[in-house]
């Protein structure tokens, strides 16, 4: 009976092995220690180490042994370093009544802070500052959530500016608009046209924010990177190669600031 089954279904197949994570401890050729997020994942295919707003990652070919990977950490030790030195080094702290700017559409804002018996943050376009009333004693938890709803309310305003002038081209309108915390991609739209977009990208130059908008609305045009998809968006951001080079050389800075200001992992 097994053997009927089995040349009517065909051989059984295992099921895929899952990708699992842990972070390590890895002391460099300097002495220096450093957190490795070590992944392994039964798609990869050589070793590789890469850093982005998280932090360093491993990531290991189900069969590379765990002395394998520390020593490619270990070979690599000054690449790394220089990589999460550059990744934040720019990246302002969030200290009430101490920070004396923060960053927003391509430039650091003047911070004017206040002491209130309320949080509230507003933007005096008027003095070209950023002003902060908070209690004396605000805890710091809150502090980063109001940064990141201020964050997503000038996000929200920018394409509000932006989007009625691509409307007319469109097919059909995103169903829905949201920002999220990405930890690689720029932005994304859903089969269902649910846009989504990186809540970092209102701390860049506003013609690189604008571009990403452009790009995933292109998309409603051309769901893949086509040389049609490519038109479109050339047709409606002439200037797009300018603000992909902008990404590939400072994204990873990009978000490696929002991080350190908004994230509750600290």
């Given at each position: 009976m097994?053997?009927?089954?089995?040349?009517?279904?065909?051989?059984?197949?295992?099921?895929?092995?899952?990708?699992?994570?842990e972070?390590?401890?890895?002391?460099?050729?300097?002495?220096?220690?450093?957190?490795?997020?070590?992944?392994?994942?039964?798609?990869?295919?050589?070793?590789?180490?890469?850093?982005?707003?998280?932090?360093?990652?491993?990531?290991l070919p189900?069969r590379?042994?765990?002395?394998?990977?520390?020593?490619?950490?270990?070979?690599?030790?000054d690449?790394?370093?220089a990589?999460?030195?550059?990744?934040?080094?720019?990246?302002?702290?969030?200290?009430?009544?101490?920070?004396?700017?923060?960053?927003?559409?391509?430039?650091?804002?003047?911070?004017r802070?206040?002491?209130?018996?309320?949080?509230r943050l507003?933007?005096?376009?008027?003095?070209?500052?950023?002003?902060?009333?908070?209690?004396?004693?605000?805890?710091?938890?809150?502090?980063?959530?109001?940064l990141?709803?201020?964050?997503?309310?000038?996000?929200?305003a920018?394409?509000?500016?932006?989007?009625?002038?691509?409307?007319?081209?469109?097919p059909?309108?995103?169903?829905?608009?949201?920002?999220?915390?990405?930890?690689?991609?720029?932005g994304?739209?859903?089969?269902?046209g649910?846009?989504?977009?990186?809540?970092?990208?209102?701390?860049?130059?506003?013609?690189?924010?604008?571009?990403?908008?452009?790009?995933?609305?292109?998309?409603?045009?051309?769901?893949?990177?086509?040389?049609?998809?490519?038109r479109e968006v050339?047709?409606?951001?002439?200037?797009?190669?300018?603000?992909?080079?902008?990404?590939?050389?400072?994204?990873?800075?990009?978000?490696?600031?929002?991080?350190?200001?908004?994230?509750?992992?600290?």
């Amino acid at each position: 009976m097994t053997s009927l089954l089995r040349l009517l279904t065909g051989p059984l197949k295992a099921a895929p092995r899952a990708i699992s994570r842990e972070t390590i401890a890895v002391t460099l050729a300097n002495g220096q220690t450093v957190e490795v997020l070590r992944v392994r994942d039964p798609r990869a295919r050589r070793i590789k180490l890469s850093v982005d707003e998280r932090g360093p990652r491993l990531t290991l070919p189900m069969r590379a042994s765990d002395i394998a990977g520390q020593r490619f950490v270990i070979q690599h030790g000054d690449w790394l370093l220089a990589q999460i030195a550059s990744a934040g080094s720019d990246a302002p702290d969030l200290q009430a009544h101490l920070t004396a700017y923060l960053p927003l559409r391509g430039r650091d804002v003047p911070v004017r802070w206040q002491v209130a018996r309320y949080l509230r943050l507003q933007l005096d376009e008027h003095e070209d500052a950023l002003l902060i009333a908070a209690p004396e004693t605000v805890n710091a938890k809150v502090l980063r959530r109001s940064l990141r709803d201020f964050y997503e309310g000038q996000a929200r305003a920018d394409v509000g500016r932006w989007l009625p002038k691509y409307l007319a081209g469109l097919p059909r309108a995103p169903s829905r608009l949201r920002y999220r915390v990405m930890s690689s991609q720029w932005g994304s739209l859903a089969p269902d046209g649910a846009l989504s977009l990186d809540l970092s990208l209102v701390l860049a130059p506003p013609a690189a924010f604008e571009y990403v908008l452009v790009h995933e609305l292109c998309h409603l045009i051309h769901a893949d990177h086509s040389c049609a998809f490519w038109r479109e968006v050339e047709l409606r951001c002439p200037a797009w190669r300018d603000q992909r080079e902008y990404f590939r050389a400072s994204g990873r800075t990009l978000k490696a600031g929002l991080r350190r200001l908004i994230a509750d992992d600290k």
